[in-house]
């Protein structure tokens, strides 16, 4: 009995590949239609609304509380601290070369810039509410933390999304914002999206979804 050629066994990469949502199929479908006009008038429209963002900052509740504590501190303790050296300094006489009287001046000057700094972020931000979703239907927003694989490598890391005055990238807490964090947003679990780096195009699978 004459037996046919062993089908080649696919590559695990290959496998992951071929688990593209019908989402994103639609996008590469959308990405080859867009003529040029309307592929400038998407970017306008991006660029208008990355501007918007920009203006009203997003936190999250935790940076939020982190926030109201600073200006607490600042306004109840770190305030009548530096005007106690203010005073203290005028006691020593000449003003014009006293070392001390200057150090505190200007510690005076930056607590009151972020003093008002503080009191702006709050009075425009955007908090960010957790929405009374399960686990299967989370989607990504700031406040969660995302498990992503690397369909190049198969590496995998978690990131956290936060809003911008609270990103720290070394850590893996990314803003919502970066090119990663607007990638994901809105994403669910098993989706995969693509990130375009000076090294090329990278493929990230979305593993996991949760509450941070």
Do not use: C
């Amino acid at each position: 009995m004459k037996r046919g050629r062993p089908r080649k066994k696919k590559s695990l990469i290959e496998t992951l590949e071929e688990e593209l949502t019908e989402e994103e199929r639609v996008d590469e479908w959308k990405e080859e239609e867009f003529s040029e006009e309307q592929a400038s008038e998407i970017e306008k429209e991006q660029e208008y609304l990355e501007t918007e963002t920009k203006e009203r900052p997003v936190l999250t509740k935790h940076g939020l509380e982190l926030l109201q504590k600073e200006l607490k501190e600042l306004k109840t303790i770190r305030r009548q601290e530096v005007a106690n050296r203010i005073r203290q300094a005028r006691e020593f006489g000449d003003l014009s070369e006293n070392s001390e009287y200057e150090e505190a001046k200007k510690d005076q000057i930056f607590i009151e810039n972020r003093i008002a700094e503080l009191e702006d972020i709050l009075k425009s931000a955007i908090i960010v509410e957790e929405a009374p979703q399960t686990t299967d239907d989370l989607v990504v927003q700031a406040g969660t933390a995302v498990k992503l694989q690397n369909l190049s490598d198969l590496s995998v890391k978690e990131y956290k999304i936060v809003g911008t005055l609270e990103a720290d990238p070394f850590n893996n807490i990314i803003s919502n914002s970066s090119p990663l964090g607007r990638a994901l947003i809105g994403r669910k679990k098993g989706n995969i999206v693509r990130i375009n780096t000076a090294a090329g195009t990278v493929k990230y699978k979305i593993l996991e979804i949760k509450r941070s």
